[in-house]
């Protein structure tokens, strides 16, 4: 059962928030590399994270010439304080008040608080 993590939260929130931009943006902002080669690695390694997310119809990418640019499925990845009270859904009550991302899987919900994360990835 494929799921996300925090890496994929991360990415979805980047993506919202800066529509249209690529793999390599997303390094740059997520990891903020010292040096071309650390951009190269962590550029690769969210290549695959792009790739998986738009597999599963969350992230939609468009050609952009030699670039592909990427948006968010709006239908799919929903942003907001108290997404889990129009869902009818219990939370834990540390999470009531926190901005959320809510993604529709193709077997169910994930509701992650962005809060926790904006300390950490800035997304």
Known sequence: MPTVDEIDVAILAFVS??????????????????????????????????KALADRG??????????TLY???????????GLHE???????SRLEDDYCILIILENGIVIHSLDALEDKWGA
């Open 71 to 81: 948006s968010v499925d709006k239908k799919r990845i929903k942003f907001g304080v």
């Open 58 to 67: 969350l992230l939609i990418p468009k050609e952009d010439g030699r670039r």
């Open 17 to 50: 928030d800066h529509k249209k931009s690529s793999v390599t943006d997303g390094a740059k902002a997520l990891y903020q590399p010292s040096d071309v080669y650390e951009l190269q690695k962590k550029d690769a390694m969210l290549r695959h994270r792009y």
């Open 86 to 92: 129009k869902l009818g859904v219990r939370l834990d």
